[in-house]
C-alpha cells in the first residue's frame, strides 16, 4: 500500500509560481515511479510529468520549460515547481505512483495506481 498526501495548491495571478508537494509513504516498490497529474472542469484528466526510478523526467508539451518535477533523496517527497503560470494550468491536481516494470530491455513504469486526493491550483488572468 502507498499513501499520497498534496499540499501547496492556491490562487495565483497569471505568471506567478507555486511549488506542490506529494508527502509519499508506504511500499517503496510501489512507488519507484511518480507524476503529476491534473483535471480541469469538463475535461479529461492528463499527465503532467513524470519521474521514473532513473530519476528521468518527462512533460506534457504544454508544461515544458515551466514546469520542474523532481523528489528528495530518500524519494518521500515528490514536488512540482510551477513556473510562469497561466490561466489554462487551473485545475485539480493529483500525485500518483506506480510500480517499475521491466519491458524492452529497461524499466519503466507500469499503470499509475496509487492516487491522493488532490490539491486545487487556480491561476487568474
Known amino acids: 500500500q502507498v499513501q499520497l498526501v498534496e499540499s501547496g495548491g492556491g490562487s495565483v495571478q497569471s505568471g506567478g509560481s507555486l511549488r506542490l508537494s506529494c508527502a509519499a509513504s508506504?511500499?517503496?516498490?510501489?512507488?519507484?515511479?511518480m507524476a503529476w497529474f491534473r483535471q480541469a472542469p469538463g475535461k479529461e484528466r492528463e499527465e503532467v510529468a513524470r519521474?521514473?526510478?532513473?530519476?528521468?523526467?518527462t512533460y506534457t508539451d504544454s508544461v515544458k520549460g515551466r514546469f520542474i518535477i523532481s523528489q528528495d533523496n530518500a524519494k518521500n517527497t515528490l514536488y512540482l515547481q510551477m513556473n510562469q503560470l497561466k490561466a489554462e494550468d487551473t485545475a485539480m491536481y493529483y500525485c500518483?505512483?506506480?510500480?517499475?516494470?521491466?519491458?524492452?530491455?529497461?524499466w519503466g513504469c507500469g499503470e499509475f495506481g496509487y492516487w491522493g486526493q488532490g490539491t486545487q491550483v487556480t491561476v487568474s488572468s
Open positions: 519521474i521514473d526510478r532513473y530519476r528521468t523526467t
Open positions: 500518483a505512483a506506480a510500480a517499475a516494470t521491466y519491458k524492452w530491455g529497461r
Open positions: 508506504g511500499d517503496t516498490y510501489s512507488r519507484d515511479c
